[in-house]
C-alpha cells in the first residue's frame, strides 16, 4: 500500500482564507495580543510568523516584545491589563518563557476567553466537559486534517503517543468527543507497538525523531504525525514516513503536515474569541 499524502499546508491555506473570510464580515477586526520575552531567536521567528498570518487574515496585531529580564510581577500585571482591555481579543504568551519565570501562574493571568491557546486550567476544563471554549492550536489542527481525509472517527481505534498538556492529553480529548475509543501512550508505556498496531488512527506526538515503524501500524491506519525534529539530514518528525507510508491508508508529512496547521488554529481560535466577546459564538468544537 502506498499512503495519500495528508497537505497539511494546502489545508491550513483554505483554513486561512476562510478565517480571513469571515473576520471581513465582522464589525470590528479582532485583535491579537502576542508577548515575547526575550530574545531567544526561534522563539522570535513563531511569533513573527503568527503576527504576520494574524495581519494577512485582516486582524489588529497588537504585538508586545519585553526584555527577558522583566520580573514576573510587570508580565502580570501586563497579562491583567491585556485581559481586561476590550480591545484585545486574543493573548498569546509565547513559550517557553525565562526560567526564572512561573510559566504555570503567568498562563493563569491569561483570561479563559481571551486564551487563544487553550492553555488555562479554564479551557482545559472547558475542553474536559465539551463546552465550548478554545482548543489548544496543534490538536484542533489535527482533527481538522483527520476531517479534511475522510477519516472515520466515530468508533475507531485511536492512539495517541504522548501526553502533554500542550498536544497529547487535548488531542485524545478531542478523539473522544469524536466518539472515538482512544488510548493514551507515554513513556512508561509496555510494548508501544503492540498497542499502536490496535489502531485505525496513530497520532504521533512523542518527541523523538523517527520512533515509529511499519511495525507499529494496522495496514490501513490513518497516521498523524505531530513530532518536528532538526536532524543533519533535514526536518523529520515521529515517524518514520518512508516507512509507514507502505502500510498505512493516510499520513501527514514532515514538514507540510501538521505544522502549518497550528498557526491556521490560531487564527481560528482568535476568530472564535472575538465571536465569544460579541456573543456570536457558533459552538467550538
Ligand atoms: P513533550 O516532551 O511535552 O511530551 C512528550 C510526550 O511523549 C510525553 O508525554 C512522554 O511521556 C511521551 N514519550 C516520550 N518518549 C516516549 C516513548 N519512547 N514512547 C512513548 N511515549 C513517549 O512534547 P510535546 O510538547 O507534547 O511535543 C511532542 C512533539 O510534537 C515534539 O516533537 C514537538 O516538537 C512537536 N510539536 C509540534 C508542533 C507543531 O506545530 N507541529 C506543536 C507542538 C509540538
Redesign the pocket.
Known sequence: MSATIIDGKAVAARLRDEVAHEVAALPRAPGLATILVGDDPASAVYVANKRRQCVQAGMRDLHRHLPGDVRQDQLGALLDELSADPDVTGILLQLPLPDHLDATAMIARIHPDKDVDGLTEVSAGRLALGVPGLRPC?PSGVIELLEHAGVQLEGAEAVV????D???KPMAQLLLQRNATVTI???R?RD?ARVCRRADVVVA????PR?IGADHIKPGAAVID????RTDAGLCG?VDTEAVAEVASAITPVPGG??PM?IAMLLRNTLTAAQLAGGQERGAA
Not at 161 to 164: A, K, L, V, Y
Not at 205 to 208: D, F, I, Q, R
Not at 226 to 229: C, D, E, L, S
Open positions: 496543534t503517543i504522548g501526553r502533554s500542550l498536544v497529547g501512550c507515554h513513556s508505556t508501544l506526538a512523542a518527541g523523538v520512533m505531530v513530532g518536528i525534529h515521529d501538521v505544522g497550528t
